[in-house]
């Protein structure tokens, strides 16, 4: 074994041995050199009967910024508050640090900057006050917290706003001031639940900003439930539906998996929908047509004397082209055509009723 490689063995070992004896080290050790910060196995979690998160098991290493993507009750926030000790799985256990957040919560728990979906901010505090005050919470000595807080606030870029009541600030710097007890304590993970929601668009970009600058220093648990946000930040992609875990992939590999169709709307006058329908589901490249039912649309319909139809196509095909030539070919009036954007309620059952998208779990 070569000198720089028996380095690493012996710091590998003393680190194992004393995570597994001392069990005070900073993660866990797994193959070479990748250190174990998040673990999750088989974790479930009830309230009473009702099941919010159904057998979850994930791992994060060491510096992994990973986002957790999921429409609304899908368990993001039930997971991350198992995973940050507010609440105790039903099954299963989970790891922070090498700590389990159960039998050694607090050893765990020093390792956890969280920020919550909803900041319990002070809001007759100010922004230093309450830093301080958070501070003392999490056990920090007074030079600890004076040596920490104007880097803090440096990094959150609120120098402004040190001396301002928490109460006066914006959404935007209320949740910045969340951001800044969450890394106060210089815990090497950080689990934020949906930081951007309900601040202004340019806040938002300058939140998303921060949190990738926050992602170089900290492994990173990030919900939120939109995809291009996680696809800006984050490497990896976890997807919860319904409590469970349905997609664990790269952003790249998501997004192509999920455009395997594109969604056409067209508006047609003067044909039965039959014929039109017949029609196109001959055209090439098209997988399926058929009327369109959504209320609104219906009774638009009947009124106009035209028939609205939503076409799914394969996707980068020229579909479009050729559904607009063969209606026009017939004589047909084309009232309008245009691509649909999928919901995100259907891009999550795309993923759980895929065959293709099996989970890795
Ligand atoms: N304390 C609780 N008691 C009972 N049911 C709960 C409780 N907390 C969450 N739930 C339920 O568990 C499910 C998962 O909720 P959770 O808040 O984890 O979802 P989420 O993915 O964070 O959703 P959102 O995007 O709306 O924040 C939901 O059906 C929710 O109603
Ligand atoms: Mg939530």
């Not at 938002?204 to 439930?225: P, Y």
């Not at 998996?257 to 006058?269: C, G, K, M, V, Y």
């Not at 063969?326 to 999928?342: E, N, Q, R, Y």
Request: with cysteine; glycine share 8%; hydrophobic share 40%.
């Amino acid at each position: 074994m070569n000198p720089v490689d028996a380095g690493f063995r012996f710091i590998e070992e003393v680190l194992v041995l004393r995570s597994g004896f001392v069990d005070a080290g900073a993660g866990q050790i797994r193959g070479k050199y990748q250190v174990q910060m998040i673990k999750l196995e088989h974790m479930s979690k009830y309230f009473g009967a009702y099941p919010a998160v159904i057998d979850v098991t994930f791992e994060m290493l060491k510096g992994d910024i990973v986002g957790f993507l999921g429409p609304n009750g899908a368990g993001k926030t039930t997971t991350m508050r198992v995973l940050t000790g507010f609440t105790p799985p039903t099954e299963g256990t989970a790891t922070v640090a090498g700590y389990d957040i159960v039998s050694h919560s607090l050893d765990a728990r020093r390792h956890i900057g969280y920020l919550p979906e909803t900041v319990p901010l002070y809001l007759d505090m100010t922004v230093t006050d309450y830093l301080r005050y958070m501070g003392r919470l999490r056990g920090m000595n007074t030079t600890w917290v004076s040596d920490r807080l104007p880097k803090v606030i440096e990094m959150v870029k609120m120098g402004d706003y040190r001396d301002t009541l928490v109460g006066k600030l914006s959404k935007g710097y209320r949740q910045r001031t969340g951001i800044a007890q969450a890394i106060l304590h210089e815990p090497d993970v950080l689990i934020m639940d949906e930081p951007t929601i309900g601040i202004d668009p340019v806040q938002v970009v300058e939140t998303r900003q921060l949190i990738r600058e926050l992602g170089q220093e900290h492994t990173l648990l990030l919900s939120s439930h939109i995809l291009p946000e996680v696809s800006m930040i984050c490497k990896r992609v976890l997807v919860i539906h319904e409590g469970r875990i349905v997609a664990d992939d790269t952003p790249t590999r998501l997004s192509d998996r999920l455009q395997h169709t594109e969604r056409i709307e067209l508006a047609i006058r003067g044909a039965p929908a039959r014929d039109v329908i017949s029609l196109l589901r001959d055209i090439p490249n098209v997988i399926d047509a058929r009327t369109d039912v959504r209320a609104e649309t219906a009774i638009r319909s009947e009124r106009d004397g035209r028939t609205t139809l939503l076409v799914d196509a394969k996707p980068n095909t020229l579909a479009s082209e050729r559904i607009a030539a063969a209606v026009v070919g017939k004589g047909w009036g084309l009232v309008s055509l245009h691509p649909l954007p999928m919901s995100l309620e259907e891009i999550f059952l795309e993923l759980t009723t895929d065959e293709d998208a099996g989970t890795k779990n």
